[in-house]
Every structure is written in structure tokens, then in C-alpha cells.
């Protein structure tokens, strides 16, 4: 059996418009003050990327790489779809203190892209932390794939760019690989 090349994007927009549903039905869960429901109401692509982050917070690097690999392995088609979606539709995302309801709900209905791209940031930082450069180097190239993601800082309640982050610590990563092994003439 053959699939026709017609059929395929309408099912690229139902996967795209699920991820968009079941991302934005998770923004909606969430109270009237804001605050994230309970963990086992969190649909398990945040769940996964709050315990990635907690463990990298806790020193745990190890932990956050393997919690972040499985929200990259379950979401990650998901997220790709989005970004193509959104970078044809030239939809544009603010960063930094983004107050506007609606704004703040469009970032928010990208849960799987943000968290992808977010997973991807820790795990590249978790293995810089344990000088796995080739591993935080691949990590970071992929951030840098979806730079319409955004990583929320709940600490001071900003939007903040994954991929742009990344390409501070490649050039970090860069630095580092140039103090170890200095290039030298005719063989840069």
C-alpha cells in the first residue's frame, strides 16, 4: 500500500494541531493565579523536563541527561513538526518579561517544542559539567534547531531563547577546545 502525497499534510496538521491542543489544554489546567497543577497532572513532557532540570539542579548530571533524553525521544518529532509549522506561518515569539495574556498563551501552546528544545539545553549543559564536549556539543547544535522555542524562568517569571543560549555555549565549548589544543600554523 502507498501512501499519496496528498495525504500528507493533513496528517502532518492533525499531528501538529494535537500538539497544539494537548499543549494548550496543559496551559489552560494550570489556576487562576497561574501556578502549575500538581505533578500528575502535568502532561509528562513538563514532568519529564522539571525533573531534567531538577536533577541538573541537584548536581545530579547523569539523572538530568537520562530524564531529558526521554522527553527527546518521545517529543521530538512533535516539535519538529511545530517549528517547521510555526517558521512557515512566520510566526514571531517575544522573549524576556512577556505580560500580555495572549502572548504569554501562544509560547505557552508550544509545550512540546519548548520542552524539547529546553531538554536539549540540559542535557548539553549536564554533559559540559561532566566534560563530555562531543555529547554537550551535538546537544547544543540541536537546540539551535528550534529557535522559536522558548524556556520559561520561573524565577523571575521571563521567556527566555534555548537556542540562543546554545550558541553562547558552543562558542564557550570553542574556547575551551582552542586553550587545550591551540591551533598552529598550517594546521588550523
Known amino acids: 500500500m502507498t501512501i499519496k502525497q496528498p495525504l500528507l499534510l493533513p496528517v502532518l496538521l492533525g499531528v501538529i494541531l494535537l500538539a497544539t491542543v494537548f499543549s494548550f489544554v496543559s496551559f489552560c489546567a494550570q489556576g487562576q493565579d497561574g501556578a502549575s497543577p500538581s505533578p500528575k497532572k502535568q502532561p509528562l513532557n513538563q514532568r519529564l523536563t522539571a525533573a531534567a532540570w531538577a536533577a541538573f539542579n541537584a548536581k545530579n548530571y547523569n539523572e538530568a541527561i537520562s530524564q ?18 510555526l517558521a512557515e506561518r512566520r510566526v514571531t515569539l517575544l522573549s524576556g518579561s512577556v505580560t500580555d495574556p495572549k502572548q504569554r498563551a501562544q509560547i505557552l501552546s508550544n509545550g512540546l517544542l519548548n520542552d524539547v528544545a529546553t ?50 555555549r558552543l562558542v564557550t565549548l570553542k574556547k575551551k577546545a582552542n586553550a587545550v589544543h591551540p591551533a598552529t600554523p598550517g594546521n588550523s
Open 68 to 85: 531529558a533524553d526521554q522527553c527527546i525521544e518521545l517529543f521530538q518529532g512533535s516539535a519538529d513538526l511545530l517549528q517547521t509549522s
Open 119 to 168: 531538554c536539549f539545553f540540559i542535557k548539553g549543559y549536564a554533559a559540559e559539567r561532566l566534560k563530555q564536549y562531543d555529547e554537550a556539543k551535538n546537544a547544543y547544535e540541536a537546540v539551535e534547531t528550534y529557535p522559536l522555542a522558548r524556556t520559561w524562568n520561573q524565577d523571575d517569571d521571563t521567556f527566555w531563547v534555548p537556542s540562543e543560549g546554545a550558541a553562547g
